[in-house]
């Protein structure tokens, strides 16, 4: 059984968790509920600002991002999708 890498509290208090990239590399339809995830992460950050916090529930760390600048560079390290918000 596959878990959740990560816990994502956004500003509002809304918690979101996405699974690790490793849980969908050959099954075509997970990966698109991934990108799907991704996106609605996207949406949510960029309208409900920072700061968010990460936690990897794998290696049990905690991240808090207070910038756009910030959570890109995770986003990028971390997720096979680009978020970009229209300021």
């Not at 968790?17 to 996106?39: A, C, I, P, R, V």
């Not at 992460?41 to 910038?67: A, H, W, Y």
Request: aromatic letters at 18%; charged letters at 25%; glycine letters at 2%.
């Amino acid at each position: 059984m596959f878990n959740f890498r990560y816990e994502i509290e956004l500003a509002s208090e809304e918690k979101l968790w996405l699974f690790g990239e490793d849980f969908y590399k050959d099954k075509n339809l997970f990966w698109k509920s991934h990108q799907t995830k991704l996106k609605e992460l996207c949406l949510k950050v960029c309208l409900n600002g920072f700061p968010i916090v990460i936690r990897d529930l794998q290696f049990k760390t905690e991240l808090v991002i207070t910038s756009q600048i910030q959570f890109n560079y995770w986003f990028k390290n971390n997720q096979p999708y680009e978020c970009h918000c229209n300021a």
